[in-house]
């Protein structure tokens, strides 16, 4: 019968429910206790430099442009040898959503996300991070990568001579 | 009648002790729910404020307290101040009547735990409870809000699909007890509770309190789903908070009289009876948060065919059966 069915279905609820009153609850006490997020989490972005110490950003703009809430800006500028960098770089983390689109449009492996979260500021105008707030001393997530080791168009290197290129061809000595 | 000023300052005495206790009582009820809510969900509830939280209340009424006390524009002003006082005093008034302790002699007087023992006791309190759902539908109608409304027509709609049932489910206790009076009632189930006799009436029972103190599942004048909060959408500050605690003490009303009505009131062996009673309204309050936990709210039409095509049937068959056993057994 019908009423029956119901009540038992209103009876396992109800066991159900007694039962989850002894289960040790899940909250994390949250500023006493901490969770460690993983290492690939979305949080605050950090500008990276390669394994030499040189800055790793060549101020593209490619990061700026992939970003859907238009939350990064920059100055690019050319130091001595041709090598771009940013003059300045600001990232304003009151806009962004952190949804990690311009780490994945860096061609340089520069701007990464960290797995801190605990960003919040009691004013505003203290989350518009600066190159220096961002700039880190180490690599990142990807230690041995050198954008300029493997292309750079003859910056640090003369050209043909990073790791994996080709040598320039001569195109008139080029025989069948 | 004689009336002695002892007799007079012990009634006062009784009043104020009802009050103070059933207001601390429904404070701690929130606290008390919110726990139990969290337990159920695998939560810690509430646990900042004070020690294990328990501070908590105070700080809710603090920030009820100093909590702007807003008005709609042509919300009708009278109604919309008097509607949340018009909910939650009947409920503290319907404590009046119910006894919650056995009579004790003090000072050479026969006190009898209970603020009113009077011969219409069980009519006084169907009475009361429906004048606390003038509260609701006057708070919904005069908040001029569509959601209040809505909340108010649910909450009216409610009132009639449960009342009925809940009243012809006391008919057989009153018929078991022959009296209207609530310490008769208790007096009867000093040998065996009227939930051995009633289980049938008592389930019908508890079905209409829970509608009748509003709680899920027969939520729907709140229903915060759908109409943000219901008739007292447009409540802020201690007006809210009088719809709120309100509430809690229509719980605890409630419970006591399912308490007094089946479960013998304060009858109960070893222990105090005012020990009894309270267990036992507390083992309500319980049942009702747990109930909160576990079940969805049911759909306004699914109410009223349970009221209607169900639970009053099968009340009144539960009249006729008792009355029928009654007459076999003389
Ligand atoms: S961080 Fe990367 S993408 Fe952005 S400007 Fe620098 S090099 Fe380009
Ligand atoms: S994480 Fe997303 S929103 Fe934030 S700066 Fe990068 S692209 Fe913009």
Known sequence: ?176 | MIYDPIDIALTLAKIALVFFVILTMAAYMVFAERKVLAWVQDRKGPNRVGPFGLLQPLADLIKLLTKEDFRPIGADKWLFYLAPAMAAIPAIMIFAVIPFGAPLTLFGHTVTLQVADLNVGLLLFMALSSIAVYGVALGGWASNSKYALLGSIRGLAQLISYELSMGLSLVPVVMLSRSFRLSDIVNAQSGCWFIVYQPLAFVIFLISIAAECKRIPFDLPEAEGELVAGFHTEYSGMRFGLFFVGEYINIIVLGGLAATFFLGGWHGPWLPPVVWFVGKVLAFAFLFIWVRGTLPRLRYDQLMHFGWKILTPLALVNILVTGWWMVLRG
């Open chain 1, 1 to 176: 019968m019908a009423i029956i069915k119901d009540i038992y279905a209103l009876l396992t609820g109800m066991w159900i429910t007694w039962k989850h009153i002894f289960r040790r609850p899940v909250t994390i006490q949250y500023p006493e206790e901490k969770r460690q997020p993983y290492p690939r989490y979305r949080a605050r972005i950090v500008l990276t430099r390669d394994p030499d110490g040189g800055e790793r950003c060549v101020a593209c703009q490619l990061c700026s442009a992939a970003c859907p809430v238009d939350c990064i800006s920059m100055q690019s500028a050319e130091g001595e040898g041709g090598r771009r960098y940013a003059e300045w770089f600001r990232i304003n983390f009151a806009r962004c959503i952190f949804c990690g689109l311009c780490a994945e449009a860096c061609p340089t492996l520069a701007i990464q996300m960290t797995p801190d979260f605990e960003i919040c500021k009691r004013d505003i105008m203290d989350l518009l991070y600066e190159k220096e707030d961002l700039l880190i001393d180490g690599c990142g997530k990807s230690p041995d990568y050198n954008f300029y080791r493997h292309t750079g168009i003859g910056v640090t290197q003369p050209r043909g001579n990073g790791a994996g290129e080709n040598r320039p061809v001569d195109v008139r000595s080029l025989m069948p």
